[in-house]
Structures are given as C-alpha cells and as structure tokens.
C-alpha cells in the first residue's frame, strides 16, 4: 500500500541533479527515481547486514580456454549451497557468458563473485544483487 506524505523538501542544486538522474536512467517521474533509490539502498544494507540476498553473477571470457571453464567449475562446486544454476551461452567471437544464479548471505555471495570474477582470463565480471525477502 503506497501511502502519500508530504513536506520533503530539497535544495534547488539537488533537484537539478535528481532531475538528471531520472532523465539520464529512464525515470517516468521523481518518485519512481526515489523509489528506486530507497530500495536500492535498502537492500545494499541488507548486503552488509548479511541478510539473505538473491541475485546473479555474470562473467565473459573466450571458450577458447577450457581450463577458466574447469575454474569457474571448481569455485561453484565450492558454494554449492548458495549456487541455484548457472548457464553458458555461446556468442559471436569465441566469447562465453557465464551467468550464475544465487541466493544466500550476502558476504558468501560476494565472496564467490570475487573468487569466479578474479580467474585469470576472465573479461568481465558482476555480482547483482536484491533482497530476497
């Protein structure tokens, strides 16, 4: 239930700034921008506070090189209890993308994402996270 309070107020170079901000990310209006601001700060609390969190992790790298694949088995194998699935896709110029689906604590996830984004070869890599409850 979305319940209307009023009398935030804010000073006139902050506005401009939220104004750039919903314009440059595809806000309808400023409440969805704030809306998406609380929540993701809620939820980057939650991160810290370890509460149980749910989200993927994305990395690339080139097939070619078998043994990030063997890697990146490994260190899964190692957080099978908050490892959910991952997937591979093949794209266009021998690159891999790897996405991983987790849930659990947040410092156990973060500490996979360190652990599979730091192979050596990996291109890219990315934790996302929300709150899972």
Known sequence: MAIKRFGVSLEDSLLEEL??????????????AIRFLIEKNVAERKWQCN????????????QEKKEI??????I?????????SS????LAGNHCLHITAVM???????????????????RHGKLVMGRAD
């Open 19 to 32: 104004d750039t901000y919903v314009d440059e990310n595809g806000f309808a209006n400023r409440s969805q």
């Open 104 to 122: 659990g604590e947040a410092h156990v996830l973060t500490e996979l994402a360190d652990k599979l984004t730091t192979i050596k070869g990996i």
């Open 87 to 90: 997937t591979n896709h093949y």
């Open 69 to 74: 694949t063997a890697r990146i088995s490994a």
């Open 76 to 84: 899964e194998g190692m957080f099978q209890q908050v490892v959910l």
């Open 51 to 62: 509460h149980v969190v749910a989200g993927t992790i994305v990395i690339m790298y080139e």
